[in-house]
């Protein structure tokens, strides 16, 4: 089973970048396809974007799409989610997940293991 650490969360202004990154555990990683999901207190657990377990394909939630950017080094065992012209809407916990299926999916329930999460503020 892969296991992930999420890291790079912080405080920023609006319009300001950052760099998530998830560390996976397991000789496997490269075998998974990965996600990233975001939640805000009191709302859903939101899809913000998947990536193939090659590198690619990717596919990203509308309200991100045009600003972030999914990566990984598969032999560094890790993902990336680059983060540009952040919003105050983008405030949240932002979490990396494995997706064990064989197609790239954009609902939660399709992932089974979950790092702890990072939070990232954004103030206006």
């Known amino acids: 089973q892969v296991q992930l650490v999420e890291s790079g969360g912080g405080l920023v202004q609006a319009g300001d970048s950052l760099r998530l990154s998830c560390s996976a555990s397991?000789?496997?990683?490269?075998?998974?396809?990965m996600g990233w999901f975001r939640q805000a207190p009191g709302k859903e657990r939101e899809f913000v974007a998947a990536?193939?377990?090659?590198?690619?394909?990717?596919y990203y939630g509308d309200s991100v799409k045009g600003r972030f950017t999914i990566s990984r080094d598969n032999a560094k065992n890790l993902v990336y989610l680059q983060m540009n012209s952040l919003k105050p809407e983008d405030t949240a916990v932002y979490y990396c997940?494995?997706?064990?299926?064989?197609?790239?999916?954009?609902?939660?329930?399709?992932?089974?293991?979950w790092g702890q999460g990072t939070q990232v503020t954004v103030s206006s």
């Open positions: 997940a494995v997706n064990p299926e064989g197609t790239l999916a954009t609902t939660y329930r399709r992932y089974n293991s």
């Open positions: 990536i193939s377990s090659d590198g690619g394909r990717t």
């Open positions: 397991g000789r496997t990683f490269s075998n998974y396809h």
